[in-house]
T-cell receptor, first 116, second 115 residues
Framework: DAGITQSPRHKVTETGTPVTLRCHQT?????MYWYRQDPGHGLRLIHY???????DKGEVSDGYSVSRSKTEDFLLTLESATSSQTSVYFC???????????????FGNGTRLTVT | AQSVTQPDIHITVSEGASLELRCNYS??????LFWYVQSPGQGLQLLLK??????LVQGIKGFEAEFKRSQSSFNLRKPSVHWSDAAEYFC?????????????FGTGTQLKVEL
């Protein structure tokens, strides 16, 4: 299994509070991704990183920010959590990009976030 | 824009029965095609992938998928389902060119296996 650790695994927070989720990898892969998974929507890309301090938006980036100060860590921050951000968040990594045929995605086990 | 459709939200099969999960894609040319599986409480794991060549590809855990260009389909199959196959299955599509970050997932098919 790819060395991907997401923390925390579960979190309950209140509306309006900031939340930071952490993804840590031991594979030294260049690309890291944050997805959210919701019933009926599958997986949707929030943000991704293609190197240290290099990030870009995905399809559902509003309300989220990311940072990558080291190759191994990719942080997802909800500046002011809302109930619509209740979801399961997955981190993924890849050597060559998520649509690479030779280097598909490896996923962490997810963080279940509940915003009350 | 590329898109992926998995028309079956839930499927229930008996253990030992055969399985086929449907996936249709919309794209201007043959893309890269993937099937991922998600066991409860875990992240997604790659089952198999297709780019070109033989239209029947083999994956892990005894799964296979057949690419049919005329139907824009990439259906996943297994001859005999085991109880441990109960999971959610995602089809995904990516373009052959244009960058490495345009992967699109389907909405998933939840498989239940009856003993």
């Amino acid at each position: 299994d790819a060395g991907i650790t997401q923390s925390p695994r579960h979190k309950v927070t209140e509306t309006g509070t900031p939340v930071t989720l952490r993804c840590h990898q031991t594979e030294n892969h260049r690309y890291m991704y944050w997805y959210r998974q919701d019933p009926g929507h599958g997986l949707r890309l929030i943000h991704y990183s293609y190197g240290v301090k290099d990030t870009d938006k995905g399809e559902v980036s509003d309300g989220y920010s990311v940072s990558r100060s080291k190759t191994e860590d990719f942080l997802l921050t909800l500046e002011s959590a809302t109930s619509s951000q209740t979801s399961v968040y997955f981190c993924a990594i890849s050597e060559e990009g998520m649509s690479s045929y030779n280097s598909p995605l490896h996923f962490g086990n997810g963080t279940r976030l509940t915003v009350t | 824009a590329q898109s992926v459709t998995q028309p079956d939200i839930h499927i229930t099969v008996s253990e030992g029965a055969s399985l086929e999960l449907r996936c249709n894609y919309s794209y201007g040319a043959t893309p890269y095609l993937f099937w991922y599986v998600q066991s409860p409480g875990q992240g997604l794991q790659l089952l198999l992938k297709y780019f070109s060549g033989d239209t029947l590809v083999q994956g892990i855990k005894g799964f296979e998928a057949e690419f049919k260009r005329s139907q824009s389909s990439f259906n996943l199959r297994k001859p005999s389902v085991h109880w441990s196959d109960a999971a959610e299955y995602f089809c995904a599509v990516a373009p052959l060119t244009g960058g490495g970050n345009k992967l699109t997932f389907g909405t998933g098919t939840q498989l239940k296996v009856e003993l």
